[in-house]
Structure formats: C-alpha cells, structure tokens
T-cell receptor, first 111, second 112 residues
Framework: SQQGEEDPQALSIQEGENATMNCSYK?????LQWYRQNSGRGLVHLIL?????REKHSGRLRVTLDTSKKSSSLLITASRAADTASYFC???????????FGTGTRLQVTL | DVKVTQSSRYLVKRTGEKVFLECVQD?????MFWYRQDPGLGLRLIYFSYDVKMKEKGDIPEGYSVSREKKERFSLILESASTNQTSMYLC???????????FGPGTRLTVL
C-alpha cells in the first residue's frame, strides 16, 4: 500500500533555481524521511524529520512537516545539475521498522 | 561507511527457473528488507526480517520467499520465476536505533 504521494511527479528547473517537492500521507507517523535515487541505482537517505518537529535543515536541503495536514515538503536551494535524480518520501508508522515509500518526484536540473 | 551489496546488477532468467538474489550488509544491522521497484509504482515491500531466522511478509509477498540464516545476509528467492516478476529489486538494511535505511545498488531482473 502506498502511504506517501509526491507532487509533482516530474520537475524541470534550471541550475541555480530552487526545487520544491511535496509529499502527502494518510496515517499518523513517527517520522518522515526523504531519499534520493540516481538513475538505475539504490536509494540514499537525505534527511529524517520526526513527528514533533516542524522544520529541519541539512546543507542546501530544507524539510518541513505539517502533521495536521499530513504533508511534508523538501526544498533544494540553489540547485545543481548533480541534483538531477528521483526523490522519495518515506513514512514510518511505527510498525517493526518498516517504511512506506511514495512514488517519487523526478527532478531534472539543466545548465 | 555502511555498505550493502547485492550479488548481481543485472540478471536474465527464464520463466519457471528458481532465482536467488543475495544481499549482504557489513554494519551489523538487525533489520533487512527486500523491495521491488516498478515505474509509476514506487518501492513496494516484499519481505523484511528483524532478526536472524525471522521474516515478515510485506505488501507483495506472493511468488517470493526469503531466507536469513546469518545476520549479515538476506536472500530473496523466486521459486518459479514469471514474466511479471521482471523488475528492479532493491535490498536495504537498518539498525534498531533508528530506521534510516541503507540501500544496495539494486538488481535488475529480466524474466523471459
């Protein structure tokens, strides 16, 4: 079952612009995570935000969480061509360390 | 660095064959997972294990089985491969302290 739904499905921006991706989920969560996947590769963990946190930063990444709306956003500032990848949100609902992943946003950053 | 390795990057098998996909992690993680990834469907959990010899069904276990005889190794078995099992298979592991998952590079399986 899919818990997270990312929006938009695809995003194309120019280098230097900011990229914002959104994630909506259905049930209550312990935490929400964002992952990145380069084409044909495994996923890499980017950032985790707990249910009692509203905002978190890591380098050029900023994540917000609104538990009342069951939504999160990932902002990548000053994007680079190397940021081109798919980005997934994943929710932890507290069931035996399982995560439920969304369908992802494909980000294309052009020079 | 945590490392999760998968036995093959690409694999081609015939319908009806028995297929083994191996995953090994080197960070003494308790939890291990097998997902398949298909376009438009994201990652779907097939099976996971939270301890040696323990296994739990995920969202789509039909047609698959798993084995975890040692803590570092988690195998996915397709008893009789079918064409609808053509997919990218991703293995992951996580520690009990937090559930950040570390992924292997994936195995792209094609069943003819």
């Amino acid at each position: 079952s899919q818990q997270g739904e990312e929006d938009p499905q695809a995003l194309s921006i120019q280098e230097g612009e900011n990229a914002t991706m959104n994630c909506s989920y259905k049930t209550s969560i312990n935490n929400l995570q964002w992952y990145r996947q380069n084409s044909g590769r495994g996923l890499v963990h980017l950032i985790l935000i707990r249910s009692n946190e509203r905002e978190k930063h890591s380098g050029r990444l900023r994540v917000t969480l609104d538990t009342s709306k069951k939504s999160s956003s990932l902002l990548i500032t000053a994007s680079r061509a190397a940021d081109t990848a798919s980005y997934f949100c994943a929710t932890d609902s507290g069931t035996a360390s399982k995560l439920t992943f969304g369908t992802g946003t494909r980000l294309q950053v052009t020079l | 660095d945590v490392k999760v390795t998968q036995s093959s990057r690409y694999l081609v098998k015939r319908t009806g064959e028995k297929v083994f996909l191996e995953c090994v992690q080197d960070m003494d993680h308790e939890n291990m997972f097998w997902y398949r990834q298909d376009p438009g469907l994201g990652l779907r959990l097939i099976y996971f294990s939270y301890d040696v010899k323990m296994k739990e069904k995920g969202d789509i276990p039909e047609g698959y089985s798993v084995s975890r005889e040692k803590k570092e190794r988690f195998s996915l078995i397709l008893e009789s491969a079918s064409t609808n099992q053509t997919s990218m298979y991703l293995c992951a592991s996580s520690p009990n302290q937090n559930n950040e998952q570390f992924f292997g590079p994936g195995t792209r399986l094609t069943v003819l």
